[in-house]
Antibody
């Protein structure tokens, strides 16, 4: 079974750093793109960026370029999303999702990681 | 940048009724459009890709149609578990962007 399992919920203070993870299993991790999607409380889905773990090719949405860093460690089939200095406005659910080479849709999705930033 | 506009924002129907959800693109996306379902507290789930192809395990009551700029997701006879939020999504190549519509909430009447 193809699965993406994300790390657990986080509570952080403004200015702190954070790295959340997404571990793939049941497929060749280096052959599919992994995207990250933000969902702010009560709002819709926003694409943040995408990485190809095979060669670490990474693309960002202009809205998130410079705000987050996406990386991957193919030796442990894990993708990451990180912040160097969190803001209260980063409070959201973050999903990772697999995208096929040549495709544009995302399937499956991880269960989500809730990030809460509050002083 | 291609913008996806979904309508209506909220659709109130009863179980057994037919649901018709719309997604309009600001410019042609050919047939490169996907639909997702999101239930409260859950991650989105892929329903439809390439405008009309059902994803693995998706019931036949879900169907998609359209091409170019106008797309429709139809649920032929609503089951209680179908009440959720539905999103459409596409990809543009320049600049590279994966865009979601703002969602349609399908609620029980």
């Amino acid at each position: 079974e193809v699965q993406l399992v994300q790390s657990g919920a986080e509570v952080k203070k403004p200015g702190e750093s954070l790295k959340i993870s997404c571990k793939g299993s049941g497929y060749s991790f280096t052959s599919y793109w992994i995207g990250w999607v933000r969902q702010m409380p009560g709002k819709g889905l926003e694409w943040m960026g995408i990485i190809y773990p095979g060669d670490s090719d990474t693309r960002y949405s202009p809205s998130f370029q410079g705000q987050v860093t996406i990386s991957a460690d193919k030796s442990i089939s894990t993708a990451y999303l990180q912040w160097s200095s969190l803001k209260a406005s980063d409070t959201a659910m973050y999903y990772c999702a697999r995208r096929g080479v040549g495709d544009y849709w995302f399937d499956p999705w991880g269960q989500g990681t809730l990030v809460t930033v509050s002083s | 940048e291609i913008v996806l506009t979904q309508s209506p924002a909220t659709l109130s129907l009863s179980p057994g009724e037919r649901a018709t959800l719309s997604c309009r693109a600001s410019q042609s996306v050919s047939s490169y459009l996907a639909w997702y379902q999101q239930k409260p507290g859950q991650a989105p789930r892929l329903l439809i890709y390439d405008a009309s192809n059902r994803a693995t395990g998706i019931p036949a009551r879900f169907s998609g149609s359209g091409s170019g700029t106008d797309f429709t997701l139809t649920i032929s006879s609503l089951e209680p578990e179908d009440f959720a939020v539905y999103y459409c999504q596409q990809r543009s190549n320049w600049p590279l962007m994966y865009t979601f519509g703002q969602g349609t909430k399908l609620e029980i009447k």
